[in-house]
């Protein structure tokens, strides 16, 4: 079970790597059957011409590229058709900003939660490629809440989009849903790994008092009574004398 159970850890690790593990500077044409895979093998280190990428079925397989426009976003349309086998599963579309230049922005507006300006929530929006700062609703009359989203508008402007909300929402990288299959494959498998480490039957056991013998946790209960019978000390008559005894001044002491 043990040695299984490293198996399929070491396949995890090679499945959540996307299979190659070399670095991208050595990837070859073909490193990778699908759009998903290729994803997968990026591991968060997004070339510059990307803008987004997002799913339009909900699947890991099929993505959607968004690359920065001109000669750049050619070429890495062209890097990816490289890299993939199968090019039906990558699709593209022209963006304004780069994924990089938004996670730039983002950083610089963290300080703002620190700050009483209502900020609620920042988060990637790949497929409208834009950073969405939620700020508060009840504060949407606030002259600092205000003066901040104007602020927003006029530094950053088509860059970012406000949300007026009053609900928390973990927005941090919203794509559509890659990394999102990948980690419930992994819990779905760790899941699976407990469960049958669990389910193991294994058998232990202890010295029986006094009898040298040794009893199983599976033994059954009449087992278990023959055991106790077994290593119970024999009867002693002085006792048995001394009980009785009691018993009948008891009994006499009543009478009287």
């Known amino acids: 079970m043990k040695r299984a159970g490293l198996l399929l850890a070491i396949g995890l690790i090679f499945l959540w790597n996307g299979i190659p593990v070399f670095g991208q500077e050595d990837w070859r044409e073909g490193a990778f059957g699908t759009a998903g895979e290729l994803y997968a093998g990026w591991k968060e280190d997004y070339p510059d011409y990307l803008c987004g990428v997002w799913t339009e079925n909900g699947g ?30 990558a699709t593209f579309v022209v ?17 703002a939660f620190e700050e009483d300006k209502g900020l609620l929530s920042l988060g990637l929006m790949e497929r409208e490629n834009c950073i969405e700062v939620g700020l508060f609703k009840e504060r ?14 006029s530094q950053y402007g088509d860059a970012i989009s406000i949300r007026w909300t009053d609900e928390i929402t973990n927005l941090t990288a919203q794509s559509a849903g890659p990394e999102r299959f990948f980690a419930f494959f992994l819990l779905g498998m760790a899941f699976l790994l407990l469960a049958g480490l669990a389910l193991q039957r294994r058998r232990s056991f202890q010295p029986l008092p006094e009898t040298g013998g040794w009893l199983g946790r599976r033994s059954t209960l009449r087992r278990i009574e023959d055991a106790v019978t077994e290593s119970a000390p024999p009867p002693s008559p002085a006792l048995d004398e001394r009980i009785l005894g009691e018993l009948a001044r008891r009994k006499k002491q009543k009478n009287d």
Do not use: C
């Open 60 to 89: 890991s397989v099929s993505l959607t590229f968004g690359v920065v426009a001109g000669e750049e976003g050619e070429k890495g349309k062209a890097e990816i058709l490289r890299l993939i086998r199968d090019d039906s599963t």
């Open 140 to 153: 949407r009359e606030d002259p600092v809440t205000l003066a901040f989203a104007e602020t927003l508008v």
């Open 95 to 111: 963006q304004k900003y780069s994924r990089r230049e938004l996670l730039a922005i983002m950083e610089e507006l963290h300080s």
